[in-house]
């Protein structure tokens, strides 16, 4: 079975810096799909990045990119140039090219801005 | 264009009762999907609804069910409540396999 494993329960960054969330994931699949979607207090999840597996070329939009090591099996997400408005739980999710989209999520990182 | 809507918000209900959520799919999408989000955790995927047919199912028990009407609204009914069953509930529409977009989301507490 397909694992999401993010083992920061929660990460600090201030204004303007830039911050990495790691994420891990453990398939047998050669073919499949990884996100990062983010969660505000809204509740809401909005994607925010996806990557194809196929694709060696990290996924990127503006300020947020993505370090996709296939080998090693790891998905991180970079923000850079951190807002205020980026505070809020971030998901790592898996999804297998024939699983009709039952995402696979992580437990969560907790991502805190200071002004 | 109106987004992924579910209702209600928010609600309490007591062990052993029945409860019903329902999700309006965002307008075009012909696809649900329902997941289970408890407190602290990942959401867990519950099953997808595609034409009116459960198309794949989660590890959850029987009973939760849905059902998909021919506008492709749908309905979760989770029967027989447990103490465990408090959680966000999150409804996700998409057309067939595209881009799920999400909906807020209906937080059911039971006492």
């Known amino acids: 079975a397909q694992t999401v494993t993010q083992s920061q329960p929660e990460m600090s960054v201030q204004e303007a810096e830039t911050v990495t969330l790691s994420c891990t994931y453990d398939t047998s699949e050669s073919d499949y799909y990884l996100f990062w979607y983010k969660q505000p207090p809204s509740r809401q999840m909005i994607l925010v990045i996806r990557?194809?597996?196929?694709?060696?070329q990290n996924a990127t939009e503006n300020r947020f990119s993505v370090n996709f090591q296939k080998a090693a099996k790891s998905f991180s997400l970079k923000i850079s140039d951190s807002q205020l408005g980026d505070a809020a739980m971030y998901f790592c999710a898996y999804l297998g090219a024939d699983s009709s989209y039952k995402l696979i999520f992580g437990s969560g990182t907790r991502l805190l801005v200071r002004p | 264009d109106a987004g992924v809507t579910q209702s209600p918000t928010h609600l309490i209900k007591t062990r052993g009762q029945q409860v019903t959520l329902r999700c309006s799919p965002k307008s075009g999408h012909d696809t649900v999907s329902w997941y289970q989000q408890a407190l602290g955790q990942g959401p867990q995927f519950i099953f997808q609804y595609y034409e009116e047919e459960e198309r794949q199912r989660g590890n959850f028990p029987d009973r939760f069910s849905g059902h998909q009407f021919p506008n492709y609204s749908s309905e979760l009914n989770v029967n027989a409540l447990l103490l465990g069953d408090s959680a966000l509930y999150l409804c996700?529409?998409?057309?067939?396999?595209?881009?799920?977009?999400f909906g807020e989301g209906s937080r059911l507490t039971v006492l």
């Open positions: 996700a529409s998409s057309f067939d396999t595209g881009e799920l977009f």
């Open positions: 990557q194809e597996a196929y694709k060696q």
